[in-house]
Every structure is written in structure tokens, then in C-alpha cells.
């Protein structure tokens, strides 16, 4: 994939060094409207520092991070979230005490006008019609007058996915979705994302470590180790990819 083809998000030779760790060492790629990219790679080789390197929550060391071709680098988590750029973390977001529903809502309320606004509108900020959507697409609305502490971590790491799809955003990075999950939710969530892809739009970049769940949702991989893209191209390229497979899947 070439960075400089007219691109939706353009990362172009991104570093985050910290002292002699290079975790991310000049990362580029582009990811277009609509497309689910995935990102692999062992341990430590840099896949949610270059997330965080690219959404504002750690500044890069050099490079820089577009969107709709307009300069992104260095701007804030919630400034990005403002222009349609969505994130799920390596570890759970949910707030155990509210239900999964109120969950939903919070995960949108930001966006809902100004604060008087928001005083004078519906408890729900206008914003339960969208969740309720969510809870449906999510298979979530058995529980969701259920407080989120109390479900299985499964459905958990569900809400913290549907949480970042609640303000319709144009670019969604998820990572590990997947990690804690039984197999039979990884590939409900699978068949969930792509079917939000096809019907709401958007593009996704995923880091995942279940090979199986990446090789089905995501066309086009990068494999990165030690901070550097190793191999990129579609599954069956990086599944028989001799370096791929020493560095990687032959673990
Ligand atoms: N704040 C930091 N200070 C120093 N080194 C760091 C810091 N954050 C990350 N690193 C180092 O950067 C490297 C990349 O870490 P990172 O968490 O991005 O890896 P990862 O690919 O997401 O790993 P995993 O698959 O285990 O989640 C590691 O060597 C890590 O120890
Ligand atoms: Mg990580």
C-alpha cells in the first residue's frame, strides 16, 4: 500500500523513541474510505505505541498522521474524536456502575451540543434512538438495563466496542478486540464489524493477535516487529510470507 495515494488517514515515517527503544521506527501507510486494515506483530514490536502515536496520546518523536488530507499530528485524543476518529484500548473502558445503555449514551454525549444544551434536552441527550441501534447490532439488549460490572468480561469488551461506534465515527482503531474473548464472540464480533463497515461506513484499523479473526475481517495486513513494517498485502501473502512466519506466526 502506498502512503501517498489520496488517502482517508496517511501516516508517513512516524518514531516514537523512547531513549534507545525505538518503539515505532518510520511507520507508513494509508488506509482509504471504507477499508479495514489490520495490524499484527509480536510483543513489544511497537502496534499500540504507533496507535497512540497516531491519536494524540503520546507525542511523536517525528513523522506525521493526516486525515482527509489535513495535518492531525500532535492534536488532541478529544480533538481527533471531534473529527470522526473513534478508539477501543488494549484493556476495558467500561463504566461498571451504569448500565450498558447509559454506557452507550456517555460514549456519545460529547458530541451532543453545548452544555446548556445538553441541560435542556432528554436525559438521554437524544442519544438513546443510537444506542438502542447499537445494543440491537451488538446483540446486547437482554442486558441493557443490566449495570456493565456486573456481565461477563466477554460482553464487556462488546460495550467497549459499541461505545466507540456510538458518535457515528468516520475512522475507528481497535486494539485487541478480540484479547480475553471466546471464540464463538470473536466471531460474532467479526461478523458485527463488517457488517457495521458495510452498512454505516467508515474505515477500521485493527490490531489483533487472533490470527483467524484478522486473516477473515481485514484485506490488506502489516505485520510490523521492532517498530518497523516487515510485510504488508492481503492474508494469503502475509499467512505464506517466509519472514512473516520466522518473525511472527511461526510462534
Ligand atoms: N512509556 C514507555 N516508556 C518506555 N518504553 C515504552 C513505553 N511504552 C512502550 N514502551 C516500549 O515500546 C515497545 C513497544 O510497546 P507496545 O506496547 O507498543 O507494543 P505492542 O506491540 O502493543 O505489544 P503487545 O502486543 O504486547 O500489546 C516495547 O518495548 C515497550 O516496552
Ligand atoms: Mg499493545
Redesign the pocket.
Known sequence: MNSSKTSFLAVRELRKH??S?K??DGISFAVGPCEIIGVI??????????F?SILGQ?EPTSGSVSFCEETITGKSPLELSRRGIGRTF?SLQVFGKLSVRDNLIMAAQEFVGSMPMRLWMRPDAGLGERADEMLELFHLQNVAHKEAGCLAYGQQKLIDVAMAFMPAPRLVLL??PCAGINASMVEELREILQTLNRTHGGSYVV?E?NMDFIMKLCPHIIC?VE?RILAEGNPESIRSNKQVLEAYLGN
Open positions: 523512547y531513549g527503544i518503539a515505532v506483530g509480536p510483543n513489544g514490536c511497537g502496534k499500540t505505541t504507533l497512540n503520546i488494549q486494539d485487541e490490531i493477535h510490523m517498530g
